[in-house]
């Protein structure tokens, strides 16, 4: 069945450090992928997000990675931040075509950066 | 410009009770989804509304109703609350039908006592 999930329910790096968190997926069929930050108390909020025609998206200090051939997604934060402590959510189309408000989501993983 | 407005903010309701939620999304956005947020299941799609109709609907059960009016307001509604319905509620805009440009809202933290 359709399922999105994250490696790691925590993880935590040293500020000024890089970070990974990995996403599994199950959906060969999915073909859009979103990666959301998610603070204590607000709603999810867009941080970069990639198409299955691309294997790499790069924002600021953020990079997306897709591997459609082991269905691996990753978001790389560079010279991490405390301000990038929050839980970090990957979600994907279920169908396929973007076209659709249903987004299939992962547990989450928690970031937390030590000053 | 003003994000998604979820209002109430927080909400208390006893067992049996019924419940409506209302989301205002951005200012031109038509679209507009619902999401289930608890511990255990994580972030669950509800329904997807756009221009007035229903276009998407997850897998909860009857008691989960929504609407969307002519300015793109949406409100949902839960009868007969059970305890697991206790949850953080969220709604998320974009401009057109799709999840490209979906923006969320901060959630209705509902409580069921």
């Known amino acids: 069945g359709e399922s999105v999930g994250l490696h790691l329910p925590t993880l935590s790096v040293q500020e000024g450090d890089n970070s990974i968190i990995n996403c599994a997926y199950s959906?060969?069929?999915?073909?859009?992928f979103i990666w959301y930050k998610q603070e204590s108390g607000k709603g999810p909020q867009f941080i970069i997000d990639?198409?299955?025609?691309?294997d790499k998206r790069q924002g600021q200090r953020v990079t997306v990675l897709l591997n459609k051939t082991v269905k691996h997604l990753s978001l790389q934060i560079a010279a991490t931040q405390p301000g990038d402590s929050a839980v970090y959510f990957c979600?994907?189309?279920?169908?396929?075509?973007?076209?659709?408000?249903?987004?299939?989501f992962g547990q989450g993983t928690t970031l937390q950066v030590k000053p | 410009k003003a994000g998604v407005t979820q209002t109430p903010r927080y909400l208390i309701k006893t067992r049996g009770q019924q419940v409506t939620l209302s989301c205002s999304p951005i200012?031109?956005?038509?679209?507009v989804s619902w999401y289930q947020q608890t511990p255990g299941q994580g972030l669950q799609f509800l329904f997807e509304?756009?221009?007035?109709?229903?276009?998407n609907k997850g897998n909860f059960p009857g008691r989960f109703s929504g609407r969307q009016f002519s300015n793109s307001r949406s409100e949902m509604n839960v009868s007969t609350l059970e305890l697991g319905d206790s949850a953080l509620y969220l709604c998320?805009?974009?401009?057109?039908?799709?999840?490209?440009?979906?923006?969320f809202g901060s959630g209705t933290r509902l409580t069921v006592v």
């Open positions: 998320a805009s974009s401009l057109t039908q799709g999840t490209y440009g979906y923006t």
């Open positions: 959906n060969s069929a999915s073909d859009y």
């Open positions: 990639i198409r299955s025609n691309m």
């Open positions: 979600a994907e189309t279920s169908n396929g075509s973007g076209n659709t408000g249903k987004l299939i």
């Open positions: 200012s031109g956005h038509r679209s």
């Open positions: 509304y756009f221009s007035e109709t229903q276009r």
